[in-house]
């Protein structure tokens, strides 16, 4: 029984690091998106949305490449922190035990906030870029999404959990 409540503690100190490891690359892609140049984040941006345009029109006008471009953005904001909120959620649950996973998700939220916040606000001391105040709210809203997914599958497993046994 020693044996494996040993080997069970290394499992879960594996998983915990590589979660935390995750976490730490998730953050670093972020703060790598958000600090690059407006020239060049512009320049990415324009040339996938001008490929998407031509994909759904043979000849599309700049306004729908623009329209393309800014739903695009849009989209990654709240795709980017959704990921985050999920994954910084997951790495709170499985580090917090019992009813410390409360304080986890909490925890998590305060992160994602100040990862949200930070990332725009930092913004203004890069070239070419500026703060937006609705990209702090798509970064949030994002990460409440992804934190409220990572908490209704736990409740959601615990449920299966309890009605197989």
């Not at 979660?19 to 984040?41: A, T």
């Not at 512009?42 to 739903?71: C, F, L, Q, V």
């Not at 999920?86 to 499985?94: A, D, G, K, R």
């Amino acid at each position: 029984m020693n044996k494996n409540r040993k080997r069970n503690l290394w499992l879960e100190l594996a998983v915990i690091f590589v979660s935390i490891i995750g976490l730490m690359l998730l953050v670093y892609i972020v703060m790598r998106l958000s600090f690059q140049e407006g020239k060049q984040s512009i320049n990415e941006t324009m040339n996938i949305s001008a490929k998407i345009a031509r994909y759904m029109s043979d000849n599309p006008t700049d306004g729908e490449i623009r329209t393309i471009n800014y739903m695009l953005r849009f989209a990654a904001h709240l795709v980017l922190f959704f990921i985050v909120g999920l994954v910084t959620t997951f790495v709170s649950m499985v580090i917090f035990r019992k009813y410390y996973r409360i304080f986890g998700v909490f925890a998590s939220g305060v992160i994602c906030y100040i990862l949200a916040y930070y990332t725009e606000y930092y913004k203004q001391f890069v070239e070419g870029r500026h703060f937006e105040s609705i990209d702090v709210a798509l970064n949030w809203y994002g990460s409440i999404a992804g934190i409220v997914c990572m908490v209704a599958s736990y409740f959601m497993n615990r449920i299966l959990v309890k009605l197989s046994s």
